[in-house]
């Protein structure tokens, strides 16, 4: 994988939240992720400035994310 990637993979079962290329942000549980950065998540909301919904469980394509917070970090792989 990746740098970023293999960054990401620390981030698995972690909240982390995420601004998209629509200006919507998505908040949920960090399932899982590919080389291509797509992203699984598992109870999520969406949040939009006409309010926020749950959508349960969602595949989010890597090149509609702008950020991606992780709630606990991501501090980097100790040897």
Known sequence: MSAP???LERAVDQRVS???KD???LAGRLL???DHMNLVL???EEITSAGS???GRVLVRGSN???LNASA???PKRN
């Open 32 to 34: 899982g992720l590919d």
């Open 23 to 25: 200006s919507r942000q």
């Open 42 to 44: 598992d109870e999520v």
């Open 5 to 7: 990637a293999s960054l």
């Open 65 to 67: 994310v702008i950020t």
């Open 18 to 20: 995420l601004r998209l």
């Open 53 to 55: 919904r749950r959508l």
């Open 73 to 75: 970090g991501l501090s």
